[in-house]
């Protein structure tokens, strides 16, 4: 079974400052990942997927990622973060064996301080 | 451009009490799902439709059932609802491009706050 684990409840950052969202997983296949953005009362977003190919993905708002396989880790990454990220922030994966099923992990919450 | 719209948005059941949440979609995709979101466990996958006139069950499917009304709805019901229910449940959509390619990213409602007591 495919499972994703986001080992922080909550990051806290200055204003500026770099950050970053740990996420790992586990898939009995390849996975597809994606990271996802949720702001208060307001549904997920898509942020940024890693298919295939290179390892560094680049997304929206300024925001990246890097797949490490033989870690197991696709964590989130900000160069200099703002007050406006902050946001709850979730990571999923896809086995490409397992068909459609897209598993979430429990969500990291940002804070930006300013 | 709305999306995916859920209705209602907010909502208070009686144990016991039935209802079916509503989701439409106007971007033409063919795959539909409902998660429920509660505080520390992320999103878990209740049903999910591949292409109008199939569904699945996914991880949380008791107590719930669905319907792919047409290709851009999909309703989930609430036969007798417990307070277990109580949660937030999202409604999505994603563009299945080809078959066996499941690449696509999720296009998720504002969701639906229900309660029940």
């Known amino acids: 079974a495919q499972s994703v684990a986001q080992p922080e409840d909550q990051v806290n950052v200055a204003e500026g400052n770099p950050l970053t969202v740990k996420c790992t997983y586990s898939v009995s296949g390849n996975p597809y990942l994606f990271w996802y953005v949720q702001y208060p009362n307001r549904g997920l977003q898509f942020l940024l997927k890693y298919i295939t190919g290179d390892n560094l993905v680049k997304g929206s708002y300024g925001f990246e990622a890097e797949f490490n396989k033989s870690q197991t880790s696709f964590h989130l990454k900000k160069p200099s973060a703002l007050v406006s990220d902050s946001a709850l922030y979730f990571c999923?994966?896809?086995?490409?064996?397992?068909?459609?099923?897209?598993?979430f992990g429990g969500g990291t919450r940002v804070l930006v301080k300013p | 451009n709305a999306g995916v719209t859920q209705t209602p948005k907010f909502q208070v059941l009686k144990t016991g009490q039935s209802m079916t949440l509503q989701c439409a979609q106007d971007m033409n995709h063919n795959s539909m799902y409902w998660y429920r979101q509660d505080p520390g466990m992320g999103l878990r996958l209740i049903y999910y439709?591949?292409?109008?006139?199939?569904?699945d069950k996914g991880e949380v499917p008791n107590g719930y059932n669905v319907s792919r009304l047409n290709k851009r709805e999909f309703s989930l019901r609430l036969e007798s609802a417990a307070p277990s229910q109580t949660s937030v449940y999202f409604c999505?959509?994603?563009?299945?491009?080809?078959?066996?390619?499941?690449?696509?990213?999720?296009?998720f409602g504002n969701g639906t706050r229900l309660t029940v007591t």
């Open positions: 999923a994966v896809r086995d490409r064996a397992a068909g459609n099923k897209l598993t």
């Open positions: 999505a959509s994603s563009e299945k491009r080809q078959e066996g390619s499941y690449n696509s990213p999720l296009h």
């Open positions: 439709s591949a292409s109008e006139g199939t569904t």
